[in-house]
């Protein structure tokens, strides 16, 4: 990608806002919530979506320089290089283009001269047909037997966004009517406990396991594929792996020679990378299994929308654009470096885990883009829980120690509401009371003055005292449909490019996640030289070798 080496903090618009900081400072959310226009400002309404963000620490000016910056930072120019397929991750040398994946099947989006469009749909369509085949019973196991129950294989990317998805569907009731019956399982860890959890209570007759390694060599994911492989033959013999197993990958050559049929291999691209690749057969195909393509379909169309938001509406209305400058302004001036993701809804459980790999594996960097070492921070520190679970858990914290902003995410309409007579309100209400009260009592806190006039004794009116001007913004859906979980996920995959654009870093590769890997390589060497020869640790520091003597000596040999 063309670009030249400042960095964004030498620019004018990065000093404005640095010496605005002191201005803010001197600004406290009880006095910028009183001012009506400015909160009313700061509502963004899309198809029935509000962002609600009038409780950042932010003024009006504020959000005129952040605007600033996204210029000086040639943002609009970045975003329009993604969606016209240039090869923005420069490390890798590739396009960036999980807007494809979900893209209307009239649509041109180009890597290398090339529209990608139509072999998008040529996937999507395998997949329609495949999954349908399989929950219509006219695709049966080796005994005859329909296919009802599906493990899926995979890890980081390739498991964390399907697994949100597939609990956000889990209890919507056109999606869980379409999953009568069925079971989708997700296997990612290495350890034997995760195999264990997802094969108990399964028969090998009526289980199809998807193996999702782009390249067919993932560590973890193929000895997981390997183990399953020997749960299905043990039970069904040899034969049963090509009825039994099927791929998402582009190595037809290892597919084949694993013993899957690579007419049963669903393709995806190096420009989708792993974290971005829910849109991808990574996520329909397990997702359709489970729930029908229509219901994906819906999926996809909804996080599409975003996708045309995003690329076309003015910054000053466009929502991810404006999350993703307050997440800047949050981190590298105000000096947060943490943030919470609390989703109202249990449904949203496995969101913030899977954000947080889309935002700290994108944003977690260094250097810049051209590799200069930089002066700021970047990226944030990304949690959450669902409420009201994590009120009984961290807000505390968030309350009365360290400064956390906060994404408070909440539905007009429950997947499945609960009225009880006699009760003052629903069971929906009750967690949406807590929804609409958590920002409030972040924003104002609770004064000394105020405990003294409820009579508070001296001695804990310290304790009980909140002192308020912590920031948070509230995301509210009309529902949690399949249209509006795609509609969630992008906005924040687009709002993470944002941040990685503004700062000037590669937001797409993850150069990070490969020291450990090597290293535990030659770990792997070792234990298997020690337990095949009885051969010493050696080669490593003191204290990875005294690990190692105390693991070989204490745990039992295995069979090799």
């Known amino acids: 990608m063309a670009s030249s080496a400042t960095l964004i903090c030498e620019t004018q618009a990065w000093k404005d806002l640095k010496g605005h900081v002191e201005e803010i400072n001197k600004t406290h959310l009880r006095d910028l919530m009183s001012d009506a226009p400015r909160c009313e400002s700061m509502m963004l309404e899309f198809e029935g979506l509000l962002l609600d963000y009038s409780r950042q620490r932010a003024t009006v000016e504020t959000m005129d320089k952040l605007l600033n910056l996204a210029k000086a930072a040639q943002l609009p120019e970045k975003i329009s290089r993604m969606f016209n397929g240039e090869h923005i991750n420069s490390t890798e040398n590739r396009s960036v283009l999980h807007v494809a994946l979900r893209a209307p099947k009239d649509a041109v989006i180009k890597a290398d001269g090339k529209n990608v469009v139509p072999e998008v ?74 195999v264990a959890r997802n094969i108990n209570g399964l028969n090998p007759e009526t289980t199809l396991v998807v193996v999702v390694s782009k390249t067919f060599t993932t560590a973890e994911t193929m000895l997981n594929a390997r183990t399953l492989r020997d749960w299905i033959t043990t039970a069904l013999g040899a034969p049963a792996v090509a009825k039994h197993m099927v791929a998402v990958s582009t190595n037809l050559a290892l597919v084949e020679k694993f013993g899957i049929d690579p007419n049963n291999a669903f393709a995806f691209w190096d420009w989708v990378g792993g974290r971005y690749s829910v849109c991808s057969a990574v996520g329909v195909l397990p997702l359709s299994l489970q729930y029908g393509f229509s219901v994906v379909e819906k999926f996809l169309k909804g996080a599409s929308s975003i996708d045309q938001h995003f690329q076309s509406t003015p910054f000053e209305k466009n929502i991810p654009v404006i999350l993703g400058l307050l997440s800047v302004w949050n981190v590298s001036f105000l000096g947060y470096p943490a943030r919470a993701i609390l989703p109202y809804s249990q449904a949203l459980e496995k969101f913030a885990p899977h ?206």
Not at 123 to 138: H, P, T
Request: charged letters at 20%; a negative charge.
């Open 121 to 194: 749909w040529n996937v999507l369509d395998k997949i329609k047909d495949f999954s349908e085949k399989i929950r219509s019973g006219s695709w049966v196991g080796a005994t005859g037997k329909p296919l009802k129950d599906v493990i899926a294989i995979g890890i980081g990317g390739s498991f964390l966004g399907p697994l949100f998805v597939h609990t956000a569907l889990q209890t919507d009731p056109e999606a869980a009517e379409c999953a009568k019956g069925r079971q989708l399982r997700f296997l990612a860890n290495i350890d034997p406990v995760d």
């Open 355 to 560: 954000i947080q790999q889309v935002s700290m594996e994108s944003n977690g960097k260094g250097v810049s883009i051209d590799g200069l070492p930089l002066p700021y921070e970047t990226g944030e520190i990304d949690f959450g829980e669902p409420g009201t679970n994590g009120q009984h858990s961290f807000y505390q914290l968030i309350h009365q120690g360290r400064v956390i902003p906060c994404d408070f995410i909440g539905t007009v309409k429950s997947q499945q509401p609960v009225y009880l007579e006699g009760e003052v309100v629903s069971n929906h209400d009750e967690l949406m009371s807590n929804f609409f009260a958590q920002p409030d009592a972040l924003a104002y806190g609770k004064t000394p003055e105020q405990l003294q006039k409820e009579n508070v004794s001296e001695s804990l009116i310290p304790h009980k005292t909140f002192s308020g001007n912590r920031p948070s913004l509230s995301l509210l859906l009309p529902e949690l449909s399949a249209y509006n979980v795609g509609q969630l996920l992008a906005i924040y995959e687009h709002r993470v490019a944002v941040q990685g654009f503004v700062w000037g870093i590669n937001s797409f590769d993850q150069w990070g996640v490969e020291l450990g890997k090597v290293l535990a390589t030659q770990v792997r060497k070792q234990l298997h030289s020690s337990r095949t020869q009885g051969a010493a640790p050696e080669g490593f520091n003191y204290s990875t070798t005294t690990l190692l003597k105390r693991y070989l000596e204490t745990s039992p040999e295995p069979k090799m």
